[in-house]
T-cell receptor, first 121, second 109 residues
């Protein structure tokens, strides 16, 4: 299957600082990537859709000025948590879309990165 | 109404048994259907995808799709304790992915 990496895997920071998380598709180009957040024992929560070359689309209730997303290339999307607070502590997971072969509609597949565990002190 | 519904479980099965996980979806226009496995503290891992009605087998896993009834299921044969995880159903249509909340599976030795 396709490989998606995330860096860092774990980060601890002080309240008020900013943290950048990188998501890379290693063996394919991804025009679309997603960013999720997951709290312990809860479901995945989609935060935003990252499209290469355009602004990210944020889900309702997600502050775009707090969670900055940049999809600078076909293999890299970054999420920056600005002015982090303890309530931002969570498991952040990115995913990348591998487009279906031959242009068949509806055959896109989503592959997840390993996640980044953020702890804000 | 949620786009994708799953029983949260936990579903408990003895080792060696068949585990049956079910998922229903609301959008008849949905085109692709996926099963992901998520271990505690880890990110989801793709197990199988299915596009057409019927069964698709891959090793101990079989995905079943019934578009008329709008459900998709995952069967795990010869369940192992290592299969204990949360299984997420995902459905796509027009570049949008919808996830169920997941079913927790416990395979007892």
């Amino acid at each position: 299957g396709a490989v998606v990496s995330q860096h860092p895997s774990r980060v601890i920071c002080k309240s008020g600082t900013s943290v950048k998380i990188e998501c890379r598709s290693l063996d394919f180009q991804a025009t679309t990537m997603f960013w999720y957040r997951q709290f312990p024992k809860q479901s995945l929560m989609l935060m935003a859709t990252s499209n290469e070359g355009s602004k990210a689309t944020y889900e309702q209730g997600v502050e775009k000025d707090k969670f900055l997303i940049n999809h600078a290339s076909l293999t890299l999307s970054t999420l920056t948590v600005t002015s982090a607070h303890p309530e931002d502590s969570s498991f952040y997971i990115c995913s990348a879309i591998l487009r279906g072969r031959g242009g068949r509609v509806g055959t896109d597949t989503q592959y997840f990165g390993p996640g980044t565990r953020l702890t804000v002190l | 109404q949620k786009e994708v519904e799953q029983n949260s479980g936990p579903l408990s099965v003895p080792e060696g048994a068949i585990a049956s996980l079910n998922c229903t979806y609301s959008d008849r226009g949905s085109q692709s259907f996926f099963w992901y496995r998520q271990y505690s503290g880890k990110s989801p891992e793709l197990i199988m995808f299915i596009y057409s009605n019927g069964d698709k087998e891959d090793g101990r896993f079989t995905a079943q799709l019934n578009k008329a009834s709008q459900y998709v299921s995952l069967l795990i044969r010869d369940s192992q304790p290592s299969d204990s995880a949360t299984y997420l159903c995902a459905v796509t249509g027009f570049n949008k992915f919808y996830f169920g909340s997941g079913t927790k599976l416990n395979v007892k030795p």
